[in-house]
């Protein structure tokens, strides 16, 4: 299985992933951070499938509608031709966000008589454990979830077993879970494709976009919105668990949670697309979160519906993806001392006091957790911890670590001046002691940069953000040879590795995919505006054919690796795309 071979469904509620053999290979029900339904991703002899596709299971020609998230595959059999089309309703109904737990899917013959099979087969989770099936008239009815799980269509209940049919006609299929449909069965699924299909296209309409990449940045946004859970506010950095970073690596991590960095990344993206209504949603997250915690030792990350039992396990019983294994879930990372967490909170919030359009939100609760998370990064402030990129083999005082702690400073203070509250000068004092502290410690005169550790020499790509964050004048020579020696370093064709050091599993292999996307945002800010550009047309050669992004790319193989879709790398091509395009009054 590749995973330039699938796409993403959801409705910000749940998602699945879609094969271009018509099977879908992950679903967990009834939200992102469930047990598996449908996981032939992990193990293809035994996860469980809902498969509707040719009977020599041979794979299509997928792609979305234009400006959804609904998956069209259409199939070229010996027979005659099939199109398939599969979506997870969204859109709003007396005006509230109308996202029922339920998959559709619509089969129809394009032209001869086609034989198809359909064949659905959940798994009782974890457990790998088949469901009792009872069969109804027009449905089947598994047993053993926590909730009911069925299957209405109006095919004949006896070709649900996979053999081969004639498909002479539009078929329809709603797998449900809890409330089941009752409802003439066409009419309805007609009705939540067309009201489906007009809601994604207005939100398209309501993005802004730049002039140049403008398909990539429709289609990460529209990826982007599918991890946010709305009953939350919540965003996972991505819908599954354990695919590897890289072959034979054992790096394999759960991500089916809400990071608190990369929703802060997240709502930027958001921010730039003029969609704000996922950080009114997150802004309610992260003070439940924050509320739970008086001493404000937040974790890195929390389930999404913000509690902290994500131990982390291995599930030996699962091969995992392609058979390369461990399958985890929960994840440890949730256990480790990470400080950049405070610098990206308070530019989450920072917004709310910055943008009169968020002049609702302003509150005497909301400007004291800014405060307070500012002068609790003012107080950890070049201590060790794990980092940005969770490492495994020890804690030391993490530059980057110390970037955001600045920030958290720099930009409180400047909320405090512009509103004339006591303090602003003297957190501006602080930020200047924490840039001092960077330009002492971090700067490595050998290697000519910045680097990843106080007194280390090893380079790190998350510090190419010291240019988008403004730690430092662009025309500052320190800043500029920093990008240089990352660029130089840790190149990787035309990809960035984040480190090239031992992190306790290894020296990483394949690139970090964000890493190039800030590399281009890094080079517009010094003034390299075309390089920017051509950096940014080269990667785009890695979407999948759908416009999809995983974590990591192996440049030898060109392939995805790591946990897919990953809303991190959606989010970096935003913000790339944004940088190096022109404006529109430059091309109108």
């Not at 020599?56 to 020609?61: C, F, I, K, R």
């Not at 031709?81 to 737990?101: E, I, N």
């Not at 009705?191 to 207005?202: G, H, K, M, P, S």
């Not at 502290?437 to 007194?455: H, L, P, R």
Request: charged letters at 20%; hydrophobic letters at 40%.
């Amino acid at each position: 299985m590749r995973l330039e071979d699938l796409g993403i469904i959801g409705n910000c509620q749940f998602s699945a992933l879609v094969e271009n053999t018509g099977s879908i290979v992950w679903c967990c029900l009834p939200r992102f951070d469930s047990e598996p339904v449908f996981a032939t991703l992990l193990d293809a002899g035994d996860g469980g499938q809902f498969q509707i596709g040719p009977v020599d299971h041979a794979p299509g020609s997928q792609r979305y509608l234009d400006n959804t998230n609904i998956i069209e595959t259409t199939f070229d059999t010996a027979d005659g031709g099939v199109r398939l089309l599969d979506f997870v309703p969204r859109f709003t109904q007396y005006d509230r966000a109308f996202r029922p737990t339920q998959i559709i899917r619509i089969v129809e013959p394009v032209h001869g008589t086609p034989r198809i099979r359909v064949t659905c087969e959940p798994v009782l989770g974890w457990s790998k454990v088949k469901p009792g099936r009872v069969h109804g008239s027009n449905h089947l009815r598994f047993e053993g979830f926590p909730a009911q799980l069925r299957l209405t269509t109006d095919l004949p209940i006896s070709y649900l077993g996979g053999q081969p049919f004639a498909l002479t006609e539009r078929r329809y299929f709603v797998l449900t879970w809890g409330m089941p449909v009752e409802e003439p069965l066409a009419p309805l699924c007609e009705r939540f494709l067309q009201e489906t299909t007009r809601y994604w296209r207005r939100w398209v309409k309501e993005c802004d976009v730049p002039p140049v990449f403008q398909q990539e940045v429709i289609r990460s946004a529209l990826t982007l919105k599918l991890h946010c859970f709305e009953d939350t506010g919540a965003i996972v950095a991505a819908t599954t668990t354990s695919i590897p970073e890289a072959p034979g690596s054992g790096r394999t991590w759960d991500y089916r949670y809400c990071w608190l960095r990369d929703a802060y990344y997240a709502l930027s993206a958001f921010r730039l697309l003029g969609h704000f209504e996922e950080r009114e949603q997150f802004v309610r997250y992260l003070i439940n979160v924050a509320t739970a915690s008086p001493d404000l030792e937040l974790a890195p990350l929390y389930r999404i519906d913000a509690t902290t039992d994500l131990d982390e396990s291995i599930l030996s019983s699962w091969p995992g993806y392609n058979g390369e294994g461990p399958v985890r879930i929960g994840n440890g990372a949730a256990k480790q001392r990470q400080l950049d967490v405070f610098g990206e909170m308070v530019l989450a919030l920072c917004p709310v006091f910055m943008d009169d359009r968020f002049s609702g939100e302003r509150s005497y609760e909301t400007l004291d957790l800014l405060q307070r998370l500012a002068r609790k990064a003012i107080s950890v402030v070049g201590t060790p911890d794990t980092g940005i990129w969770e490492h495994r083999n020890g804690t030391h005082p993490q530059t980057f670590s110390s970037l955001m702690c600045w920030a958290a400073a720099d930009r409180t203070a400047a909320i405090l001046g512009r509103r004339g509250i006591d303090g602003a000068g003297e957190l501006k004092q602080a930020a200047a002691r924490i840039l001092g502290e960077i330009n002492a410690s971090a700067w490595n005169e050998a290697k000519g940069a910045f680097v990843a550790t106080y007194g280390g020499a090893g380079l790190d790509a998350s510090l190419l953000q010291m240019a988008t964050l403004r730690l430092l004048k662009a025309d500052d020579p320190r800043l500029r040879a920093t990008i240089e020696a990352i660029w130089r370093e840790l190149a990787h064709g035309d990809w960035l590795l984040r480190y090239n050091v031992d992190d306790g599993f290894g020296v990483p292999t394949v690139a970090f995919i964000m890493c190039t996307f800030w590399l281009v945002e890094a080079l517009v800010v010094v003034g390299k505006t075309r390089e920017a550009r051509a950096l940014l047309e080269r990667a785009r050669g890695a979407l999948s054919p759908l416009g999809l992004l995983s974590e990591d790319y192996e440049v030898k193989g060109l392939r995805m690796w790591g946990n897919f879709p990953q809303a991190y790398s959606h989010v970096g091509l935003i913000h790339a795309a944004f940088a190096a395009s022109p404006r529109w009054s430059e091309v109108l």
